[in-house]
């Protein structure tokens, strides 16, 4: 199997502002809210996401590449990918 990995500086960052969508886990509930800062710092990019209930989290932009158990999404990816699940549904 091959994997395709990115470098960590080469991951997209999303944009201050940009809507997201957060899955959450077992302990945590899904919520909806928005890129709050971007930040260089010496050990990467920190990403505030700052949760529409007042959570905030920050995160690197790992947090947003598409993979299994993905809890960060920005918030047009997620439309796309659930409608396209609904779809699939539909059609089965």
Do not use: C
């Amino acid at each position: 199997m091959t994997k395709h990995l990115i470098p960590h500086s080469e991951m997209p960052v999303p944009e201050v502002g940009t809507e997201i969508y957060y899955t959450g886990d077992r302990a945590n509930i899904p919520g909806d809210g928005y890129i709050g800062q971007v930040k260089e710092t010496k050990w990467g990019i920190n990403i505030t996401v700052q949760l529409n209930d007042g959570r905030r989290f920050i995160v690197s932009p790992a947090s947003f590449h598409p993979s299994p158990g993905r809890r960060f999404w920005t918030r047009a990816e997620w439309d796309t990918q659930r409608e396209a699940q609904i779809q699939a549904f539909i059609n089965s």
